[in-house]
């Protein structure tokens, strides 16, 4: 059973940044893609990045391309998002997840228990 728990969220004021981290327990973390999941109020959640095993691929949200990078320390079993020029529609709470394979979808095996987002206008 794998624990996951996020830290790094709060308030921001748009075009700011924030970083998210995510330390990883209770499993061998190089097994698993880490990935970062969003729901703002009132919507469904949203795909935002995923790193595979060895952190040599990622992928990302069309709306968070070129703004956000995920990146991995199997050595700390942590898993960050360095978030860059927020904007007001980046405002929710991010989940950060472990799978056993790299995709884009919102299946996961582990859920950390989210932490808020919120950017200002």
């Known amino acids: 059973q794998v624990q996951l728990v996020e830290s790094g969220g709060g308030l921001v004021q748009a075009g700011g940044s924030l970083r998210l981290s995510c330390a990883a327990s209770g499993g061998t973390f190089s097994r698993y893609a880490m990935g970062w999941v969003r729901q703002a109020p009132g919507k469904e959640r949203e795909f935002v990045a995923i790193i595979s095993r060895s952190g040599g691929t990622t992928y990302y949200g069309n709306s968070v391309k070129g703004r956000f990078t995920i990146s991995r320390d199997n050595a700390k079993n942590t898993a960050d998002l360095q978030m860059n020029s927020l904007k007001p529609e980046d405002t929710a709470v991010y989940y950060c997840?472990?799978?056993?394979?790299?995709?884009?979808?919102?299946?996961?095996?582990?859920w950390g228990q989210g932490t808020q987002v919120t950017v200002s206008s």
């Open positions: 997840a472990a799978r056993t394979g790299v995709t884009t979808t919102l299946e996961y095996d582990y």
